[in-house]
């Protein structure tokens, strides 16, 4: 049985949204009792940060951003090491899927002179066996973020969830390009390579435990 579909009041969320940074219940108690995602009630604490209550409400307009900041977001993203979640929440953006939508049209475009079309990934790009473990390595670091992942790398999504679960089943090996090639027997992955799966999925458990407390700090 999929969620309840459920249309909460402006009053609703701002009590979940207090009731998760108040520390009286866990995210995802939270999120269960409001009927939604875990990321949308991380999108209502930033918008609940940036704005107040207020913000919570029904927005009777889109709010217009400027070309300039537009870039400079993109740019503070493509350029940093901060999450998509962090750049958004630093340019006082409503949620992190306003971002990646600004990425995706940059990647296409190269600016924002065109305001129209999604995303297009060049279908010919290839990419190293190192650029592929690393990509992988990060898809599985940021609790398989494969959107982000696929945007920051500018790959295609397909390509992308395909690779991890080619790496988790082989290993290194498994992201060989073997194209044109007679098919061989992969080995499995290595203990190494378990190991480094497993100490991206624990790094993502300790930074997101880490984003739980800053955020009760700033209450």
């Known amino acids: 049985m999929g969620k309840r579909k459920m249309k909460l009041?402006?009053?609703?969320?701002?009590?979940?949204?207090?009731?998760?940074l108040n520390k009286e219940s866990g995210l995802n108690q939270v999120a269960k009792e409001a009927g939604v995602a875990i990321g949308t009630i991380k999108n209502w604490c930033t918008i609940y940060e940036n704005e107040g209550p207020t913000g919570l409400l029904a927005a009777k307009t889109n709010k217009c951003y400027?070309?300039?900041?537009?870039?400079?977001?993109v740019l503070d993203y493509l350029n940093g090491t901060d999450s998509l979640r962090t750049v958004a929440k630093r340019y006082k953006l409503r949620s992190r899927t306003q971002l990646l939508d600004w990425i995706k049209r940059y990647n296409t475009h190269g600016d924002f002179k065109s305001e129209s079309g999604g995303s297009k990934v060049s279908q010919t790009k290839k990419f190293s066996l190192e650029e592929r473990v690393e990509m992988v390595l990060y898809c599985i670091a940021n609790n398989y973020d494969y959107s982000e992942t696929a945007v920051k790398y500018q790959v295609k999504y397909t390509n992308l969830y395909n690779w991890v679960k080619r790496y988790e089943e082989k290993g290194k090996a498994g992201l060989e390009d073997r194209r044109g090639q007679r098919k061989a027997k992969q080995e499995s992955?290595?203990?190494?390579?378990?190991?480094?799966?497993?100490?991206?999925q624990l790094e993502e458990q300790v930074k997101?435990?880490?984003m739980e407390i800053d955020l009760l700090k700033k209450k």
Request: a negative charge.
């Open 66 to 73: 400027s070309k300039e900041l537009k870039l400079e977001a």
């Open 9 to 20: 009041s402006a009053e609703s969320r701002v009590m979940f949204v207090e009731k998760y």
């Open 208 to 210: 997101y435990q880490q």
């Open 189 to 200: 992955r290595t203990p190494e390579e378990e190991a480094q799966i497993r100490i991206a």
